[in-house]
């Protein structure tokens, strides 16, 4: 056991550019995710916010570098190993990923029936508790073509919750959605969160809302990254690009609703 | 940046050997996934109705009108040297040893790989494929190995279909239209087709199920790194051209070499 849910140690990760050329999207970066808390991994878009998730859950190789979840490498790991390490997270992706032809009952269900040996009456009931916190109760037999976006987000954190995750990584849990919405969908992590306990991951560019959420910031930004406490010691940096990065998103730190 | 030629070969070189492991370590996961339980019974029969049932009527319709044109060919060619009463041991060993598993492959490739490839590539771009990994569900187990075993179940039948079908139609086309004796045309297909035909037939029928589901499946599978396939829908539409495209000529290559080797 560790005391940290995530450790970064080193990590580098590139990709290919069309040219031959290598553009490096991670440059020997090292932070730490506590545990039982909520990091918000903020940063402009191509910063690699969504393949810093992908590399915690072992769905891209690091070029080198460690990572560790809970004080056990994912690098390296695979086949039943991963799927052993996976079974801690819970995932919260983009669009939702939710499966087209299952309707959002069986949606929920899958992870119950694939990973659990439970009976149908007990995964039934389950997924009746989860749907009814979500407030998805009457939905159960529709397919995500018929869901509004916050829906399918709802749907895709009830399926994430079903195996009580210890890390719960969410990657733009709140695009294409609208700022009530937005606010609807944070307010129900922040709920969910105090109910189950999990270690939250948000990877966003909803700034400053986002913030509010935050127990800790990890700024991307040129491969390096910069992790701070509070909002208030990120406005307060002296770091040239965090600095370019706060005047960015958030303006003059006065007007910031987190901040101000 | 310009590139010289020795580079971008250099590079290509990699891509393709990178592309075969990528391949190789594809099919070996996908038949360990048949094995891994709980099996899928539900998803396999879903897939046999999808490949077998579904691909009845495209079978039925391109074996009735091959075995006709190859019962009037045949007869416009045998006529000459006065021997119509091959017309059946051509007809039936044309279909069986030939014409029956390479055209049931390339009919499937087009009406079911295609459909599978894009559904592959579709819940990759969607992020599906990321989300049962995540849940800790082997992709392999949950979709793709139910595709392969239903494929190498369901095409071996479909060819036979073809081969009973294209036969009817030959006899259609040289007994009721040629006028063809009846009795020659089915004492020359019993008294020429031999086991060892059958089995060729049979074998080829295996290996073209296999190359079709594992090229159809796979491309959508590795969708985001297929070069030049690009990302989106884009990407979706073109490695699914390229997945049936490459599952026709591997089949008609493999003819060959099965062809070679077996006969």
């Known amino acids: 056991m560790s005391e940290f849910a995530i450790e970064f140690k080193d990590v580098v990760k590139s990709f290919a550019k069309q040219d031959g050329g290598q553009q490096i999207i991670l440059d020997?970066?090292?932070?730490?995710?506590?545990k039982g808390k909520t990091t918000v991994i903020a940063g402009g878009s191509g910063q690699g916010k969504s393949v810093t998730l992908k590399l915690i859950l072992g769905l891209m190789a690091?070029?080198?570098?460690?990572?560790?979840?809970?004080?056990?490498?994912?690098v390296g790991a695979r086949g039943r190993e991963l799927e052993q390490l996976r079974t801690q997270f819970g995932v919260l992706f983009q669009g939702a990923a939710l499966f087209d032809s299952l309707t959002v009952f069986e949606n929920v269900a899958l992870p119950l029936r694939e990973r659990t040996r439970k009976s149908e009456q007990e995964i039934h009931d389950q997924v009746a508790v989860i749907l009814s916190q979500l407030e998805l109760t009457g939905h159960e037999e529709k397919f995500p073509a018929q869901l509004s976006g916050g829906m399918r987000k709802r749907v895709g954190l009830a399926r994430a919750l079903q195996l009580n995750p210890q890390i719960m990584l969410f990657d733009e849990p709140t695009t294409g959605l609208d700022p009530v919405m937005t606010q609807d969908i944070y307010a129900l992590f922040v709920k969910i969160q105090q109910e189950v306990g999990y270690t939250a991951v948000i990877v966003s560019h909803d700034i400053p809302r986002v913030f509010d959420l935050a127990?800790?910031?990890?700024?991307?930004?040129n491969g390096k990254t910069a992790v701070f406490e509070s909002v208030k010691a990120l406005q307060e940096s002296r770091l040239p690009h965090i600095v370019e990065f706060v005047e960015k998103t958030m303006g003059n730190p006065c007007q910031s609703r987190v901040g101000g | 940046m310009l590139r010289n030629p020795v580079e971008k070969l250099g590079d290509a070189g990699l891509y393709v050997l990178q592309d075969m492991g990528r391949m190789g370590l594809y099919l070996l996961l996908a038949f360990k996934g048949v094995f891994r339980r709980p099996f899928r019974m539900a998803e396999f029969m879903?897939?046999?109705?999808?490949?077998?049932?579904?691909?009845?009527?495209?079978?039925?319709?391109?074996?009735?009108?091959?075995?006709?044109?190859?019962?009037?060919?045949?007869?416009?060619?045998?006529?000459?040297f006065g021997a119509e009463g091959m017309l059946g041991s051509a007809v039936s060993l044309t279909l069986i040893m030939e014409l029956g598993p390479v055209l049931t492959a390339i009919m499937v490739a087009g009406r079911a790989?295609?459909?599978?490839?894009?559904?592959?590539?579709?819940m990759r771009i969607s992020e599906q494929i990321d989300a049962l990994e995540c849940m800790a569900i082997d992709p392999f187990r949950y979709l793709i190995s139910p595709k392969f075993l239903a494929a190498l179940v369901s095409v071996p039948l479909l060819t036979a279909l073809f081969d009973v079908v294209g036969i009817a139609g030959g006899y259609l086309a040289g007994v009721h239209l040629m006028g063809v004796n009846p009795g020659s045309y089915l004492e020359g297909m019993r008294s020429s087709v031999t086991n060892h035909d059958i089995r060729l037939g049979v074998i080829k029928s295996f290996v073209f199920a296999l190359l079709v589901v594992w090229i159809c499946t796979g491309r959508g599978y590795f969708?985001?790194?297929?070069?030049?396939?690009?990302?989106?829908?884009?990407?979706?539409?073109?490695?699914?051209?390229?997945?049936?495209?490459?599952?026709?000529?591997?089949?008609?290559?493999?003819?060959?070499?099965?062809?070679?080797?077996?006969?």
């Open chain 1, 62 to 74: 690091v070029d080198s570098g460690q990572i560790f979840v809970d004080g056990i490498s994912v």
């Open chain 1, 28 to 34: 020997r970066v090292s932070f730490t995710i506590p």
């Open chain 2, 113 to 122: 790989g295609s459909a599978m490839c894009a559904e592959l590539g579709i």
């Open chain 2, 46 to 80: 879903r897939q046999m109705h999808f490949i077998g049932v579904g691909s009845m009527m495209v079978i039925f319709c391109t074996a009735a009108s091959t075995g006709m044109v190859l019962g009037l060919q045949g007869y416009y060619s045998l006529h000459k």
């Open chain 2, 223 to 263: 969708v985001y790194q297929i070069r030049g396939a690009g990302f989106g829908a884009q990407s979706v539409s073109r490695v699914t051209t390229q997945a049936v495209v490459y599952s026709s000529i591997a089949v008609l290559i493999f003819d060959y070499l099965l062809t070679a080797v077996l006969l």
């Open chain 1, 215 to 221: 127990d800790q910031i990890v700024v991307l930004n």
